[in-house]
């Protein structure tokens, strides 16, 4: 007769359990940082303001073959350029960028819209969606 198999106490979860539940924890987590970027990226497009004069953003993105309109807003000085939104694209530039020469100024809009050209801001969430979910 053999020997019955021995069960943890019904009150504990086995290792599988704990597993999981840690799993569930990191992902949880990672999700959250999601929730936070995506409230600071709103926060940021409500306080930013249209620049005054958008025709040269209008013109490079026809040249880079864009169809769609793309907003670009002045946030305070200090700050990096940036691109969010894919739905509604827009790129963020520091107010002090208009301190810098024309060249500068051209060439960060042409990098930004380089961005929203390939898509990069779908492809980063569908990136930060498999690392939140594995």
């Known amino acids: 007769m053999q020997a019955p198999l021995s069960r943890p106490p019904a009150g504990l979860p ?3 359990i704990w597993m999981m ?5 990191g992902s949880a987590v990672a999700f959250a940082r ?3 970027g995506c409230a600071v990226v ?4 409500r306080c930013a303001r249209p620049v005054a ?3 040269v953003c209008s013109v490079l993105s026809r040249a880079l073959g864009i169809r769609r309109r793309v907003e670009v807003l002045e946030t305070p000085s200090g700050g990096m350029p940036g691109t969010f939104g894919f739905l509604r694209p827009a790129i963020c530039i520091p ?11 051209c060439g960060v809009l042409l990098h930004e819209l380089a961005h ?7 492809t980063h969430w569908l990136a ?5 979910v594995y």
């Not at 709103?42 to 497009?45: I, K, Q």
């Not at 107010?95 to 100024?105: G, P």
């Not at 929203?116 to 779908?122: C, P």
């Open 53 to 55: 004069d958008p025709t």
């Open 34 to 36: 999601i929730l936070v």
């Open 95 to 105: 107010s002090d960028a208009w301190e810098w020469s024309a060249e500068r100024r």
């Open 128 to 132: 930060r969606t498999a690392l939140t």
């Open 21 to 25: 539940l840690a799993w569930a924890a």
């Open 116 to 122: 929203v050209r390939r898509g990069d801001v779908a």
């Open 14 to 16: 086995g290792w599988r």
């Open 42 to 45: 709103w926060r940021t497009r």
